[in-house]
């Protein structure tokens, strides 16, 4: 028998992956955010995806070598999310969580 935690994640496994995909975090925020194993991940998901643009704002007034680094950045630390979400696990992105943590649906 599952408890009522492993149930969330498991349900919640294919739109918390959602989450860090870019403009598609916006999916799992809008389905499921009932589901707090997809609403921690989808939060984190859609503060990176905010922070792509940015770069890709900076990139237009700087420069390609800020794209290039931020992408870089953003990428490893998306592919970080997507690996605890297949791993059924939350994760507490650094400086990501906390401003996460601050956005209210």
Request: hydrophobic share 55%; aromatic share 12%.
């Amino acid at each position: 028998m599952l408890s009522n935690e492993e149930n969330q994640i498991i349900e919640g496994k294919m739109f918390a992956l959602l989450s860090y995909l870019s403009i598609f975090c916006i999916i799992p925020l809008v389905l499921k955010k009932e589901n707090p194993f997809v609403l921690a991940h989808g939060k984190q998901g859609l503060v990176i995806f905010v922070a792509q643009v940015g770069i890709f704002v900076i990139h237009i007034v700087l420069g390609s070598l800020f794209l290039r680094l931020g992408f870089f950045v953003f990428g490893i630390l998306s592919l970080m999310g997507i690996i605890h979400v297949l791993r059924g696990r939350y994760i507490k992105i650094p400086v990501i969580y906390e401003i996460a943590q601050k956005i209210i649906l």
